[in-house]
């Protein structure tokens, strides 16, 4: 895995791996939703390794975090994609510029929080 300041690459977005717990509670949403596709957001997204992985698992992904370079030197790799980049990796200062309660799921870092559109005692009960 490389470092911040590198260019993040299609083989560091393929060995990227989301941690178990989300990819189980964001698989569990992403069955139970009556919405075309769960919408998440991953705080401090670094250079949006998640991000990508995401938007290839089908959910609609965004990232935000603090450091324009890191958030830079993901963009390429997403724009590659044929991804808008610029929409999906945004500067910590631009959070405002998401609707009002418009994420499913925030997880920032390797810790879930879930908004209210679904809470934890639903998931156990609707998991498969």
Not at 25 to 45: G, M, P, T
Not at 90 to 95: K, L, N, T, V
Not at 109 to 114: E, V
Request: aromatic residues 8%; glycine residues 6%.
């Amino acid at each position: 895995m490389g470092t911040r300041n590198d260019q993040l690459t299609e083989d560091e977005i393929a060995r990227h791996r989301i941690d178990s717990k989300i990819e189980r509670y964001l698989s569990a949403c992403k069955a139970r939703s009556d919405q075309s596709s769960v919408r998440v957001l991953d705080w401090r997204c670094g250079k949006g390794r998640s991000v990508a992985k995401l938007i290839e698992g089908g959910f609609d992904a965004y990232g935000v975090d603090i450091d324009e370079t890191t958030l830079a030197n993901g963009r390429k790799a997403l724009r590659n994609r044929q991804i808008d980049a610029n929409d999906r990796l945004r500067s910590i200062d631009h959070i405002d510029t998401f609707p009002s309660e418009s994420f499913d799921l925030i997880f920032p870092n390797r810790c879930l929080n879930m908004s209210k559109t679904w809470n934890a005692s639903w998931i156990s009960k609707h998991e498969s």
